[in-house]
């Protein structure tokens, strides 16, 4: 990173470079049942979701920068949703059609912040909003080749499996998150949605190594510092 923050990453779509560069990343909450219970959360009854900064965003193989006086930072593996073509009120029959491709990212988050606003009612911004907080990469698949559906999805710390789930948990199916997002706000072309992570959550360390995989979509690795 420089003094202009971090850059815009790339991944390979389909073997064809692609930088990112969406004006918003929307998150699912809660939307493995898992999850949900392992943070003590109720299951939501319809897709809920909050945003999170494109500034988060950080290239494969880059460094995740723990910031100071936050409390633990925990990993959250996701299956990520790029959106192709702008729309807003699209149907869930429709919805296919606005998708560009997926691939596999981090949602990291300030567990303690995320706690205190809870409790608080407050916006979950700072506690999911640092720069280096959405690892995304390397590699991507455009919808025409990839099916969303029956995914492994997990993640190691260091080489031990910590988080370790399917897309087939989903409570709510890819097509349902963008019509639900897109009745609230206009999806743009480019944006990324986050679909939710599964059990295993936990903090990191300096000095962790993290790899982070959803089936077909290679594996993102980042360190912590």
């Known amino acids: 990173m420089t003094q202009n923050g971090p850059k815009r990453p790339t991944i390979l779509m389909d073997g064809t470079p692609y930088e990112l560069h969406?004006?918003?990343?929307?998150?699912?909450?809660r939307s493995y049942a898992a999850h949900a219970k392992e943070l003590n959360n109720p299951?939501?009854?319809?897709?809920?979701?909050?945003?999170?900064?494109?500034?988060?965003?950080?290239?494969?193989?880059g460094t995740v920068v723990l910031p100071d006086g936050v409390g633990p930072v925990h990993h959250e593996v996701e299956l990520a949703v790029i959106i192709g073509k702008r729309g807003n009120r699209i149907t869930e029959t429709l919805a296919g059609d606005h998708i560009l491709g997926y691939t596999v990212m981090l949602d990291l988050t300030a567990r303690e912040l995320q706690d205190e606003a809870r409790s608080?009612?407050?916006?979950?911004?700072?506690?999911?909003?640092?720069?280096?907080?959405?690892?995304?990469?390397?590699?991507?698949a455009t919808r025409a080749r990839y099916d969303w559906r029956g995914r492994r999805v997990h993640l190691k710390v260091n080489g031990t499996l910590k988080?370790?789930?399917?897309?087939?948990?989903?409570?709510?199916?890819?097509?349902?998150?963008?019509?639900?997002i897109s009745s609230v706000m206009?999806?743009?072309?480019?944006?990324?949605?986050?679909?939710?992570?599964?059990?295993?959550?936990?903090?990191?360390?300096?000095g962790d190594r993290l790899e982070a995989s959803v089936d077909g979509l290679g594996t993102l690795e980042v360190t912590v510092r």
């Open 22 to 29: 969406p004006s918003k990343i929307v998150c699912l909450l």
């Open 163 to 180: 988080q370790d789930g399917n897309t087939d948990m989903l409570l709510f199916t890819v097509e349902q998150m963008v019509s639900r």
């Open 120 to 140: 608080k009612g407050l916006p979950w911004t700072e506690a999911k909003g640092y720069d280096t907080f959405a690892p995304v990469g390397p590699l991507g």
């Open 43 to 61: 299951v939501p009854e319809r897709p809920r979701f909050f945003l999170k900064p494109p500034s988060s965003l950080l290239e494969d193989h």
């Open 186 to 206: 206009t999806l743009e072309e480019g944006d990324i949605i986050l679909t939710g992570t599964p059990a295993g959550v936990g903090p990191i360390q300096h």
